[in-house]
């Protein structure tokens, strides 16, 4: 039985007020005593060190973007410099009290960051962890290069800080030897096994996706926290709330398990600098007049805001480890608001006109890197000797760095640039993520399985239909193929709108609220951006997750991170990261205009995405198989006016034992010699339905081909079955402007041109907006939209009279009115 909460009106009705928690502000109080106890002398300086190491890096990148040379050395770089000059200690700070296994999530303004955590993790791992890391990693390109350089210095630790700089920099400037063989470049850099996750150059892009890491730590029980370090100016975002909504659930503590460990290990870092781009977020473009007050919005605890002076390492050190604390007791979310500024622009073509020097020069009065220098100085902890050396000392590490970055002896760019179309696709297959013991809540054979095993497996006795009671029909295939997966996979995790008690909006989960504990298959808010690019960063982080959008139109909510993000980061990684993703997506009908549209061709036009499209009870079983065992990101379309069908055109029907759909093949739904139809979804009805009529009319045999697959597909047997009917024709439900039957029918006319004897067809819905189900076959293709099609396109039917209009000449009509 489902747990609910029962809302009184009683309660709900009564006056009363809503108070808020104190938010503190720059709160921190230094005590050199304190703090000379605290951490020491050495790390002190190793804070002092670390600022020094981001300041010089990106230093040295303004000057090569600026003025094409540093000290000296003249090189060209062509690719972005988004700089944090300034904001140093602030990611220093944040990452002193980080461990490896803590993971941060970037902006395209990361470069501090990236160095901070990862020189964090490098003071913490042994020898023999960092030699491991870095002899294993790209197969120890970088270190192979660092060690040509001549860098020994003595200690390991020294060895993989070089490693980190050059391997750093080659990735910027977009070199193989670089952390993601230059797939990432500057504003995408990142190095997963010092827990440096992906950085986004999409404002604000990181809060979902961190928020789905924070996710995968706390399903799957693994240690650390998760930051996303995103801007001030990214609280304009959508996906940021949404974000915040989804990490601040009340269900991780009233319906989740106690032993996982309560609210999502989640910090919401913003780095306040006080800008967007050009636009003030502070008196111009927000309203909020402190950050840290927005964090009262979303929940009774506000988050545990706080505004921390990033001015102060020592600040920012002390706030995350209070943070980290808070955390550890399950009382997470939190959010951060660290004070910084950026001295430079925002990139260096930005001339800030924006802003007066006088406030540049009121906040470089201000700056953390001299006024931590004086403090150490102040306290005994160094001479301003010893920092100048360990600043020269540097200084000539990085020249070291970036001759060797720069070089194509040391450093070339990708030499087969074809590797790149390789790393669209990981194409793995992995039964499983994790050896535990999956978590449910029932024995496999116990759950609703053992009914719809029972169920006939063909839809069809004795030539008659069975009733959807007694046989399996398309939902209950998806069903048996999730909880497979779920049965197999400890790490797989399923969630989106109403998909727990509800069953589901077409009750494709109805009996996996009985089998699976909450934090495998749970409700998300209404929060379409957060429910993808959660799940991008749940896989990314290492388990398998499957996302339901209700209808295939609200794709348009959660855009980015279906184009940028879902379909990007294995590629950006060089395939370092895998995304074994699952995206449902239903084409709807009988609900209008925003709920009935199929935008398979809108994916398919992006690389990285696998699009499958099943339109059979046997298939939806067999290609979500397929996909869930996958390791690439695959949007799934399932048709709502299929949910209900029977499995009718494989012999034997659905098996009850587990098997895959090979991928990317098409299948012939029905033979024929004299015209080919293929389809996509469940226009493929409709095409069987022309075929007989066509057959017993005019005793033309079409054969009917199902396509299955989108993205990739296989188009021999199509090529095949051209050549042998010399004519085709294509439809779907997709709307006829931008199909991607016109895709298809461009592939096929170069393929095949010299088979054909009739122009390639294609049939889509109309292109309007989906009317009210009353007036749907008005819109979708009908049986006798393909045979008028064939008739007035391909081939004169004798004594055919066509009842709508296919014309050739409509096409013109129509692209002149803009329909």
Not at 176 to 203: C, D, L, R, Y
Not at 328 to 334: I, L
Not at 434 to 459: C, H, I, M, N, W
Request: hydrophobic share 40%; glycine share 10%; charged share 20%.
């Amino acid at each position: 039985m489902p747990k609910c909460f029962v809302i009184d009106p009683k309660e709900m009705r009564k006056s009363g007020a809503i108070s808020f928690p104190q938010i503190p502000v720059n709160a921190y109080a230094s005590n050199p005593a304190a703090e000379a106890k605290k951490y020491g002398r050495d790390n002190l300086v190793r804070i002092y060190r670390d600022m020094v190491i981001i300041r010089e890096f990106e230093t040295m990148l303004d000057k090569i973007k600026k003025e094409g040379a540093y000290n000296g050395f003249v090189f060209t770089y062509k690719g972005p410099a988004h700089l944090s000059i300034g904001q140093e200690s602030a990611a220093v700070g944040q990452a002193y009290n980080l461990e490896p296994h803590d993971f941060i999530f970037g902006s395209h303004r990361s470069h501090g960051e990236i160095l901070a955590k990862s020189l964090s993790a490098i003071a913490k791992l042994n020898d023999s962890d960092l030699m491991g890391i870095m002899e294993s990693y790209m197969g120890g390109s970088a270190l192979r290069v660092v060690e040509k350089m001549g860098w020994r210095n003595g200690s390991v630790k020294e060895l993989a800080i070089t490693y980190l700089l050059y391997g750093a920099l080659a990735e910027i400037f977009g070199r193989e030897t670089g952390f993601n063989k230059g797939m990432g470049g500057s504003m995408h850099t990142f190095f997963p096994p010092f827990g440096v996750m992906p950085n986004n150059a999409i404002v604000g892009g990181s809060a979902d996706i961190a928020t789905g890491a924070a996710l995968y730590k706390r399903v799957n029980r693994k240690p650390g926290v998760v930051i996303a370090n995103i801007g001030d100016a990214s609280l304009g975002c959508g996906p940021v709330w949404e974000a915040m909504m989804f990490a601040a659930m009340d269900q991780y503590r009233t319906l989740w398990d106690a032993d996982l460990g309560g609210g999502l290990p989640m910090i919401f870092n913003f780095m306040d600098n006080f800008y967007g781009m050009g636009g003030q977020p502070q008196g111009e473009t927000m309203g909020y007049g402190m950050l840290a007050r927005v964090g009262a919005g979303v929940n009774p605890e506000a988050m545990h805001a706080e505004r921390v002076d990033g001015f102060n390492p020592l600040a920012v050190a002390d706030a995350i480890e209070r943070k980290k604390q808070i955390i550890a007791e399950g009382r997470g979310p939190v959010l951060m608001d660290t004070l910084t500024y950026r001295f430079t622009g925002h990139s260096p073509s930005d001339p800030s006109s924006y802003r007066i020097k006088e406030e540049v020069d009121l906040w470089l009065e201000q700056d953390a890197l001299a006024a931590y220098a004086k403090y150490l100085v102040e306290n005994e902890h160094a001479s301003e000797q010893s920092l100048s050396e360990l600043s020269t000392g540097i200084r000539e590490r990085l020249f070291m760095v970036l001759k060797a970055a720069a070089s194509l002896d040391y450093s070339p760019f990708l030499r087969n640039t074809e590797e790149i179309g390789a790393m669209m696709f990981s194409n793995g297959r992995v039964d499983r993520f994790d050896d535990r013991t999956p978590d449910v809540l029932q024995p496999k054979e116990e759950s609703r399985l053992k009914t719809t095993y029972a169920k006939s497996r063909f839809g069809l006795e004795n030539g008659k239909l069975l009733s959807k009671m007694k046989a399996l029909t398309y939902a209950e295939a998806l069903f048996e193929a999730m909880m497979h997966r779920f049965y197999e996979d400890p790490t797989m995790v399923a969630y989106g709108e109403d998909n727990r008690d509800w069953g589901g909006a077409f009750g494709v989960y109805r009996g996996m609220t009985e089998a699976l504990p909450y934090h495998r298959l749970f409700n998300s808010p209404i929060s379409e951006a957060a429910i993808v690019g959660s799940a991008v960063g749940y896989a990314l982080s290492g388990g398998r997750v499957v996302a339901e959008l209700m209808y295939c139109d609200f794709m348009g909510r959660a855009g980015d991170e279906i184009f940028n993000q879902m379909a990007k980061w294995q590629s950006m990684s060089s395939n370092v990261l895998k995304m074994p993703l699952v995206l449902r997506v239903s084409v709807g009908s009988k609900y209008g205009a925003q709920h009935s549209q199929d935008w398979s061709s809108i994916v398919a036009h992006i690389p990285g995405l696998k699009v499958m499209f099943p339109a059979t009870a046997y298939d939806a079983k067999g290609m979500l198989n397929l996909a869930l065992r996958g390791t690439d990101p695959v949007v799934f379309f399932e048709s709502q006016r299929l949910y209900n069908e029977t499995e009718t055109l494989v012999e034997g029907g659905v098996p009850v034992d587990y098997y895959e759909v090979e991928e990317g093949e098409p299948v012939i739904r029905r033979a024929g010699k004299d015209l080919t139809l293929l389809t996509v979804g469940a226009t493929l009805y409709r095409a069987l339905e022309a075929a007989q009529v066509l057959q017993e009319k005019y005793n033309l045999s079409a054969e009917v081909i199902d396509a299955r697959f989108i993205n990739p597909l296989n188009y021999e047997k199509i090529v095949q079955s051209v050549k042998k009917t010399g004519r085709i024709l294509l439809s779907s439900d997709a709307c006829e402007r931008g199909s991607f039957l016109h895709t298809m029918a461009s592939n096929i006319s170069q393929l095949a041109f010299n088979y054909l004897d009739a122009p390639v067809v294609v049939v889509g819905a109309r292109n309007w907006i989906t009317p009210p189900a009353e007036l749907e076959e008005a819109f979708f293709p009908q049986k006798e939209w393909i045979i008028d099609a064939i008739h007035e396109n391909i081939l004169p039917l004798p004594g055919h009279q066509a009842s709508t209009r296919q014309a050739a000449g409509l096409i013109l009509e129509q692209n002149k009115l803009g329909i």
